[in-house]
């Protein structure tokens, strides 16, 4: 389908219409010639586009690895290695980000598991947060 008004595009794309008109700013997306009336007409390609990068947002990737992704995706004959790169780096983002909240839970699993529900002056969830405090107070 082409000559689409951004607001088909938006719905079909599921991207906000402001999303669509910033990523125009940035040049993510190629601005689209304007019918005689000065309404944005969008293409099949556009809406490729904007699918690839509503799909990019969600898993993460930041908008300046997006648009090397994108100037790949336009040059189909060079080499992946370095949207191989850009995926490795992200997969190690989450990786850090899932250690670090499995720390975290298992952090307030034993603040929990030790709680007696007693009185607050008996608290483990208490305790643990004041001791912390005065762990960091000691290490400076």
């Given at each position: 389908?082409?000559?689409?008004?951004?607001?088909e595009?938006?719905?079909r794309?599921?991207?906000?219409?402001?999303?669509?008109?910033?990523?125009?700013?940035?040049?993510?997306?190629?601005?689209?010639?304007?019918?005689?009336?000065?309404?944005?007409?969008?293409?099949?390609?556009?809406?490729?586009?904007?699918?690839?990068i509503?799909?990019?947002?969600?898993?993460?990737?930041?908008?300046?690895a997006?648009?090397?992704?994108?100037?790949?995706?336009?040059n189909?004959?060079?080499?992946?290695?370095?949207a191989?790169?850009?995926?490795?780096?992200?997969?190690?983002?989450?990786?850090?980000?899932?250690?670090?909240?499995?720390?975290?839970k298992?952090?307030?699993?034993?603040?929990?598991?030790g709680?007696?529900?007693?009185?607050?002056?008996e608290?483990?969830?208490?305790?643990?947060?004041?001791?912390?405090h005065k762990?960091?107070?000691?290490?400076?």
């Amino acid at each position: 389908m082409t000559d689409m008004p951004i607001g088909e595009i938006s719905r079909r794309s599921q991207v906000k219409v402001p999303t669509i008109r910033y990523y125009e700013q940035i040049g993510l997306l190629p601005t689209p010639p304007r019918s005689e009336g000065n309404r944005r007409l969008y293409g099949t390609r556009d809406l490729r586009r904007l699918s690839f990068i509503r799909h990019a947002r969600d898993l993460g990737f930041e908008i300046d690895a997006i648009r090397t992704l994108l100037t790949l995706q336009d040059n189909p004959t060079q080499p992946c290695a370095e949207a191989d790169s850009i995926a490795r780096d992200k997969l190690a983002e989450v990786n850090a980000r899932i250690d670090s909240l499995m720390a975290l839970k298992e952090e307030l699993e034993a603040m929990v598991g030790g709680c007696g529900h007693n009185c607050v002056g008996e608290c483990r969830v208490i305790e643990v947060l004041a001791d912390h405090h005065k762990c960091l107070h000691a290490e400076h």
